[in-house]
Every structure is written in C-alpha cells, then in structure tokens.
C-alpha cells in the first residue's frame, strides 16, 4: 500500500491526467470528477508495486478507461454540450478552442486515441498496450480520426 505521502505526490502529479482522459472518453465533466474520484480512491487502496512512473501512469490511465466504459454503461449517464463546457475553460487562441471542440466531437474510440496520442504523448505501441487492442487498430483510428476531425475544425472555424 501506498503511503500518504506517495499517494499525495502522485495524485497531484496525475490528477489533471486522470480527468483529461476521463473527459476525453466520457464527454461530461461530472462524471470525468466521478471518474477521477473512483480512479484516486483505487490508487489510495492498491497494493500493486510500481516499477517506475511509467508504470504509475500507464496504470492509472488503464484504470481510468476501465472506469469510464463501467460508468459509459450506466443508465443515468448523460452527455453535456462541448461549447458549454469549452466556454469554461481558458483556451490561448480560438483555434485551440475549436480544436478541442472538434476533437470532442469525435466518435469515441477516434477521440480517446487522438487524446493519448496528442496530448498525453503516448506511442501507438503504448496504447494499444494500455487500451488492450492491437497497434494497427490504434494506428487505424489515428489516421481515420485525423481524416474526420478536418471537416470538423472548418465546421468549427479552427482551420484558416
């Protein structure tokens, strides 16, 4: 078991990340809190020993998909307005917030890999590991993700 301590220092450090990938996957703030929640109380209660901070991130991002697709199930579960939710958040260009908007729009499984691939900084070797597929599924859903997220950001106004 974790001590306080370490658990302290790696849920500040991964807070953010949890909430971005259960974001990314879930499309709704309240329960990407819902998620982070349940994700951290799992890394407070796991006896699992850590090789590295690799090994930290890969499992909490392993957990947290595992945690969205059991709350995507549920039958409460409602999905808000991206531009709601983007009106929230600082963005520094316009741009940036259409991007995000587009991406948001993805179909899910477009959406959760471009997220991981783009902004997370994981390889598609990384993710097919840490999403249980194989990695030309991950490099299938990159490249056809990429093809339907341009119609998307001149919908939204993010391309020039």
Known sequence: ?????????????YMDMVFRVAYGYMRSSDDADDVTQEVLLRLY????????EEHVKNWLIRVTVNQCKK??????????SIEDYAST??????????????????EQKYRVAVLMYYYEGYSTAQI???????????RSRLKRGREKLKPLLEEVGALG
């Open 71 to 80: 709350v995507f199930r549920s039958p409460w579960r409602r999905v808000e």
């Open 45 to 52: 209660r796991t006896d699992t020993l850590f090789e590295s």
């Open 1 to 13: 078991m974790l001590t306080r301590e370490r658990f302290a220092a790696l849920a500040e450090k």
């Open 89 to 106: 958040l600082r963005f520094e260009t316009a741009e940036d917030r259409g991007l995000f908007c587009g991406i948001m729009r993805l």
């Open 128 to 138: 097919a590991r840490i999403l249980d597929q194989k990695e030309s599924t991950v």
